[in-house]
């Protein structure tokens, strides 16, 4: 495959996968946000004759190195949650390479991604015959329990009737296809946050059913760290909570070695603990965010009346001691010891590195309610969020970060729908100490001349991205040490003396 130097920028910068020949083959559509981002030449649009004496500024740019990645890609990571469930994707064979190119590299898993793989005909006349031969053929292939269907921005746009085309499957092929959860997931619309939490809601809306009430917790972490994931399970299990996390990759994404090759990764929650959710005693969800969304904890609290209990992303001490209170109150038993100490632990440690975190200035982003968690963690320890930025646009990211973090200073800057341009342009005047967010913001920090902790999604540059743990008072102890350790770093390497003690 030729290379340019184009594709080399996408690849490193932008984190287009780089698999066409030339920007013009690229086989994303005009909407992709790799495409936004990279440098096209394309003839120069004559101003129209009002616009002529306007500024260049006021003219509209949709992004420059989107703070956000494809919604599709979300629901795909979501999908491999499930045990033998594989992700098809409804559009262009790009689209699915881009994906499997960002997840791979972040979590060093492979994924397989199906495609129905569209041509210039299916775009026209619509992707039908493409689809059932596509699930024909993954069925053959992979013998999956579930198909997890999302489309892409060009199905999307040209209007493709899913609901017809599912149909039709069944119609012409009965159950010679595996059994299919579909989702909307058109990217100019939202983020891969959205895509995963749409995923999410339409594997309850589908499959979920009504039974006898059980003791089982249902938990919607959202897109958190395969460790994240592991840890949670362990606290439930702490509790005596019986447990349906959905979705769970902690497997699938961060195995163990093979013996054999395994098409489908074991792992996964099970479809049969899904269909079960509809007697679930409890639900928590994280994401202050989705507070007017629909999502798989409303879907079982509307048809099936199961409470639910929308909380913070556990990160730091406050929005930690809320999700512990939670199952405390759940379980009917008090936080045990083992956490409790961890949290002592904590504040102790707090103390100890107050000195050398306290008045730091960190630039936030990512997310929106990572952003939420990492400025409630960064308040607690004594840095300044400066600017609080993020690629969604949920129209909750100031309301909700303030009803977090109450004494978040009235001067920061909390910026949704925010690019990387964007991001760079503020960052000199908001002269921060550290940046924290994805390995996006890498070379920002590089021109700043300072440390990027490195967390949430995609970690491309550092081994172990995805074992980085964020939650509980044990993720707020090793994101805490992390940060302050790269604080002392700088001070010891800018030192002229070079400090063996501090
Ligand atoms: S789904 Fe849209 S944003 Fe995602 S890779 Fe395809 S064209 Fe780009």
């Known amino acids: 495959m030729l290379k340019t130097d184009i594709q080399e920028m996408q690849a490193d910068d932008l984190g287009c996968p780089g698999t066409c020949d030339s920007p013009a083959d690229c086989q994303g559509t005009a909407l992709c946000p790799v495409n936004l981002a990279r440098p096209v030449a394309t003839t120069p649009v004559p101003p129209m004759a009002d616009e002529e004496d306007e500024p260049q500024s006021k003219h509209f740019t949709s992004t420059r190195n989107a703070c956000k990645l494809c919604t599709p890609l979300g629901a795909c990571l979501a999908f491999r949650g499930v045990e033998g469930c594989i992700p098809f994707l409804h ?132 897109m958190v760290s395969t460790a994240d994931l592991r840890h949670l399970k362990e606290i439930l299990a702490d509790f005596n ?138 308040c607690e320890i004594g840095v300044t969020p400066v600017l609080c930025a993020s690629g969604g646009r949920s129209k909750q990211l100031e309301k909700c970060l303030r009803t977090a973090v109450p004494d978040l200073s009235e001067e920061t800057l909390v910026k949704e729908g925010f690019d990387f341009a964007e991001i760079a342009e503020a960052a000199p005047e908001s002269k921060p100490d550290f940046l924290i967010g994805s390995s996006k913001g890498y070379s920002i920090a590089r021109r700043l001349k300072v440390p990027l902790i490195r967390v949430g999604f995609p970690i491309h540059d550092r081994i172990g991205g995805q074992r980085v743990l964020h939650l509980g008072y044990r993720g707020a102890q090793e994101l805490y040490d992390r940060i302050v350790n790269a604080l002392l770093e700088v001070k010891q390497e800018t030192s002229s003396v070079g400090y063996a003690y501090l």
């Open 91 to 222: 559009g262009s064979q790009g689209c699915s390479t881009y994906m499997r190119r960002y997840l791979i590299s972040h979590f060093r898993e492979p994924i397989d991604i199906a495609s129905s793989n569209f041509h210039e005909d299916s775009a026209i006349f619509g992707g039908s015959k493409n689809f059932s031969q596509g699930a024909l053929n993954i069925t053959r292939q992979y013998q999956p329990q579930l198909i997890g269907v999302a489309t892409t921005c060009l199905t999307e746009t040209i209007g493709e009737d899913m609901a017809c085309l599912l149909h039709d499957l069944r119609k012409n092929h009965g159950d010679a296809a595996a059994p299919i959860v579909h989702v909307s997931t058109a990217s100019y619309r939202g983020t891969h946050i959205d895509g995963f939490h749409s995923a999410v809601r339409e594997l309850v809306a589908q499959l979920a059913v009504a039974g006898e009430k059980s003791s089982h917790v249902a938990l919607f972490p959202g």
């Open 241 to 378: 909570l019986p447990l349906t996390l959905l979705p769970d990759y902690s497997d699938t994404m961060d195995g163990a070695t093979w013996s054999e090759y395994e098409k489908l990764q074991s792992g996964g929650t099970t479809v049969a603990s899904i269909r079960a959710l509809g007697s679930a005693q409890a639900t928590i969800e994280f994401g202050r965010t989705l507070e007017n969304t629909k999502t798989g904890g409303t879907v079982l609290q509307t048809k099936f009346g199961i409470p639910r209990q929308l909380l913070g992303l556990p990160m730091g001490i406050r929005e930690s001691d809320a999700f512990f209170s939670a199952l405390a109150g759940i379980a009917g038993v008090e936080t045990p010891v083992k956490y409790q100490r961890e949290r002592g632990r904590l504040v102790d440690s707090l103390i100890d590195g107050h000195k050398y975190a306290f008045e730091k200035r960190a630039i936030v982003f990512g997310e929106e309610d990572l952003v939420i968690g990492l400025t409630a963690l960064l």
